[in-house]
Every structure is written in structure tokens, then in C-alpha cells.
């Protein structure tokens, strides 16, 4: 679960990209010079020297943000001419050439431009023009930007086994995280719960079903009750509690289906949180409650009876599973199940930070990278296999990084395959192995719009539950009001009690019976039409019998000659990929970064890299030492981590909880200065300090060597 998006907004968009781009690039669009919003007074302007910074949206269009000190300022000051940026580009490692030219107002925060070129490196130069003389002030970072169409025809295939051996070194330590590396269960199928009955011998095909489990951590211990912290508890109780249900159940009747899961560290940290729990296990007991009353209230309203009555079924047997079965520890209960064989467990970036955003700090990719490596070890208790790109952004080198890190596989959109360095032999049926010796699935498209649009997919069935329709807003405040916010919010309390019935606000009742039948039919479609990769959250929040949908999909593939495996498994079989690399890309709208880096969300960047640039030079002056300066230390690795998550520019583009993602950009960024100025200044006030561990307690084991120059 991406994070709550607003009860009126369709949910299907936001993970239903279209991957086309935008007509007209480059010479033929006029220049863009949006109207940038200036930093919010509480983040500090980035200091240090001056510089400028390349970013890019997607191929065609470039943000560029520079840093002024004293010396610019005079400079620019004194200058009789305007200021001009010149943007040159070099292919195939050869001599920069000027691509273009334009004029830019220097107290502006940044400043887009667009290009034509791709499959280059690219570079800004920005100065004055005095007496007609450009006068270079600055000159950016290279930028590589991406091919948009599959590079060379030849091919080369590689043995994915030896790659790994040779990664895993002559000690055999594979990951940061463990000791040695990942290694197959050598244990008979009967022993991993495997069934023959239910995987053919000879299959006609493999369907690897990947879900994504995140959330950002929202953890506020100053309130008893938090508007945001019920993310969490909503995604308990739709999504984590009806997964683990199913999985128990797969487990039980040895079915031989794996699912792949990733859960982020932020999630787990928040699942394993005693005062998070503790808070989600009142918010159960009062939905229990209120499913009392429902039940009482709907008695004698036959379309609704037996659709309340089902809810207070379901809450009552999930709190006895999170009570006394799971004992409060769902993380606990998904390494298990791992363990038992059907399911693998994948990790994920420490706080889901947009990679290639931060790719102008190496070390702030490594420590997303190495720290989410080394929390899934630390809760799961083995080394993960595979890892889940934040937003599904790759960046071109980024395979060496997730090597370091004893990674064997990850996932990518499709345009990152359509555009690899050399077309893939086998188009999306199949990985390719990066440089690097990783191997990276791409992810389908197609059938993700089957599953995810509620308006060409399964989910939009008028049989099926309607999301939006909740007694949290249809029912009067006397009736419903002590179950919603204190502060007298309207939201959602999970009562629903219509289908979705068809594009009109005459909504008819909920007929589970007839749902489930309608989740038959589609599970059937799907295994005859089908490596897909969806938002665990999907599946029982935004639609409803989405867990039903994919105990139907398990059960029935092997009917249908197909097996269903997890990444590791395929590779393991079938160890001979082709060597490749994937295209820059994410799964967000457009395929690229604009969801992220845009007019409403591009002055987070210039402050989250000054305080990137920072972390380094504090770990490279304090890391040497012990005792109060290096929790002082590790603190601010986790305030930095903290303010980088992809969730908050994602709010901040679709305008949900805009004030409350500024507001923790801000506080984390502003916690980070505070602790690096106590250090430089040798002052660390421990009561200050002690108070942030017990505020932002995630990762208690960071450490900020991490974030050593690379």
C-alpha cells in the first residue's frame, strides 16, 4: 500500500501507468520555465559551494537547480549581460558538443529544459554573458540520458550460476546482510510442502505473481489517535490479515503455488512496533464494536443484514488471528510461511527512496540499498534473493550496487526491456542478466490492467464490492461519529454495503455470494490468458475479493498446465539468460521520473541532496568514533533516510495529504541539521537526542558507515 490516497480519487490510475510519452520533444515544444514554489521557510537553503544539479524527468526534458554562495552571488551581481545556461552532450564517451542554448533567470530555484537527444550523456554549463562573451559560471553533473529503443541486435547469453558464483567471492559472502550466500533448498518436495498433484511435471508455462507490501513510516506516539497511522491499520485488516489467512491455507492444503512477496523495511518496522500494535489492536476491538451495531442496525433491512452480518464474522475471526494466533507479529507469520515454501519473501530500498533521484549522491543509493538488504535479514532471518526497486525506477549502473549487495534478481517495467541495450531474444517471456550478474524480470503490462483498472479490469465488475460507498460518509454523525476522527473528520470505517453496480450513483446492495462467483470466472480468464508484479494492497483494499481472486488463480493453475514459481525457482531451472541491461525507467506515468520530479514536488531535491552531501562528510569526520556522537551519527542517517521516501513527492503530485508530506520533509531534513550541527560542534544534547531515537525508532542497527565516500 503506496499510502492513503483520498477517498475521491479512482485508485487504478495511480498504478495503471500508460507508458507512451508526450508528442513533440525537443526543438518543436517551446521551453519550459515553470513557475517554480519556493522553499518552504522552515528547510534551509542548501549551503556548501556553488554547483549545479541535472535531473531527469524523462528523455526529452531535464530539471536543473544550482546552489549559490557568496562569491556566485557577487559575481552574478555585478555582471552587465543575462544569465545563459548551455546544455552539451556527448555520445559514446566522446567530447561534449552544444545542443542548445537559452537564457534563464538565475533567482529562480531551477529551471526545466528540454532536449531531443537521447541515448547520450548530457551536461549543463550555466554563466553570463559580459560584452557579448559567455562567462561559465558553473557546469552541472553528467546525466545520462536513456535510449528509448533497444539497442544492438547481437546477442550474448551467459550462465546465471557462474555470474553468482563469481559474485559470492572465495569466502562465499554474497550479502552485507549474511554470512553466505542464498542457497536452494536441497529438501524433497514433500518436506517444502510441495504438492505434485498441483504442479505438472512438464509445464507450459510459468507465472510468477509479485506482490509489493510498503508503507511509509507514520509513527506518532505525542497522539492517541493519528489520522495517518490508520494507513496501517487499513491495511491490516484488508490486505496483511486476508493475505496471511490465504497463505495458511495454501500452506495447509499443500498447494505448490508461490507467491513473491516484498515487504519494505518501513512496513515491517511499523508491524513490529509494540505501540503501533497496541493502537491497531484498540482500533480492531472498536471495529468489532461497531460491527455490533451494524449487525443490530441493518436487522431488518434484508439487502444489507447479511453483508454486516459477514463483516462482524470477518473482524472477529482476524482479531483472534492477530491476537492470539500471530500474537501482534504479522512479520513473524510471513518468514514462517517463506520457511514452509510458499512464499518468497524479497526486500526493498530502507525507506523506498526514488533511486535515480538520489543517484547524485552514490552513497545515498548504497545505504537505501545495503540498509534495506541488511533490515530484511535482520526481521526475516535470512538474505533476500530478490529486491524490489522503489517505484520500479532503474537507473543504468544501479545493477552493480544490488550485486554489492548479494541481489540476484529485481523487476522493471516494460520499456526498460523494449529499450535494453541489446533487444531481448525472448521479448517479456523471459529476464535478462545485467552486467553485473543480476537478473531483472520485467513486469506485464497487459495483465496489470486486467487486475488493476477498475475500468478495464476485473476489479471494476459491477458484482464487486464498491470501494468508495462507506457509512463513514453515508451515515449520519449521531450514529457513526464515535468510530471516525476525534476531531471530526469524515473517513473510512470498511462498511460497505453496495456493488459496484455500474458507472452511476444508484448503487445497488452487496451480494457476496455472487462476487465470489464473479471471482471464479475471472480467476479462470486470467490463467488462460497469463510474471506479473501488482501493489500487495490491491488486493481486499481497493478490491475487495482481490484475495479470493488469487487463492482461485493458485488453485486452479496446474488445471491448466501452468506453474506458478517464484524468480529464484524460475532462474534456478532455467540458469542461461542473456546478457543485457535495462533501460533507465519506472513504472510511474509516462514511464519515467515526472511523477516525482515536477513543478510540485521539485524543491525537495535541492535540500535532500545538500543533506546527502552532508552525511557523508559528518561519517567520513565522526564515524571512527563511539558512545554519544555515533548515535548522534546514526540518528541522522535515519532523519536523512526518512525525508527521502518516494511516498512524500508522490503525495505532494496527487494532492492527497500535501501538508502532512511537506511537513515530514521538513522535520526530518531540520532533525538532520540539528544532530549535524550538534556534532560539528562537539555539543550533543543527549536528552534531545534520546528523545528522536524514541520518536523515529526504525533501524536500530544503521550503521552510518554506510554512507562512507564511495
Known sequence: MRHQRG????PAPLREPGHGRDDGFGEDRPRVNETQPRLPPQLPAPGGPARAALLLVRPGRLFLYWVKDDAFEKTVTSATGPAEVRLEMSAEGGTFVELDRQELDLRAPGWYLNSNRT???????LGILDHGQFRPLLVSNELRVPRESAGGEGEAWSDFRELRSRRAGPSGAASPSGPRPWIASTEPAETR????????SKALGYLALVLHAHLPFVRHPERQYFLEEHWLFEAITETYLPLLDLLEQLSQDRIGAP?????????????RDPLLMEKYARHLDRMCELAEREVARTREEPGFAPTAGFYQDRLRRFRKLFQDTYRRDLVAQFARLEAEGVLEIIACAATHGLLPALADSPEAVRAQVLLGVQ???RQIGRSPRGFWLPECAYFEGLDRVLAEAGIDYFFVDVHAFRAASHRPKLDLHAPILCPAGVAAFPRD???????WSSKEGYPGDPEYRDFYRDIGFDLDRATVGEFLDPAGTRSMTGFKYHRITGDTDQKEPYRRAAALQRV??????????RRRQYDAELFGHWWFEGPEWLNAV???????GLRAVSPSEYLQEFPVTQVSEPSTSSWGEGGYFEVWINPKTDWIYPPLHDAGRRMVALVARFSSGGGMPRRALAQAGRELLLAQASDWPFILKNETSVGYASLRIARHLDQFHRLAAALEAGRVDEAELAALEAQDNLFPQVDPGLWRRA
Not at 477517498?7 to 479512482?10: L, M, N, S, V
Not at 507467491?259 to 508491524?271: D, E, Q, R, Y
Not at 503490462?445 to 487486475?451: A, K, L, P
Open 7 to 10: 477517498a475521491e480519487q479512482d
Open 119 to 125: 541515448d547520450c550523456r548530457v551536461r549543463a554549463r
Open 193 to 200: 510442502r510441495r504438492t505434485a498433484a498441483a504442479v505438472p
Open 259 to 271: 507467491l513473491t512477496l516484498s515487504l519494505t523495511p518501513t512496513l515491517m518496522a511499523m508491524l
Open 375 to 377: 533490515e530484511h535479514e
Open 445 to 451: 503490462q497487459e495483465t496489470t490492467v486486467q487486475v
Open 520 to 529: 471464479a470466472d475471472h480467476a479462470r480468464d486470467f490463467a488462460e490468458n
Open 554 to 560: 493458485l488453485r486452479g493453475l496446474g488445471e491448466r
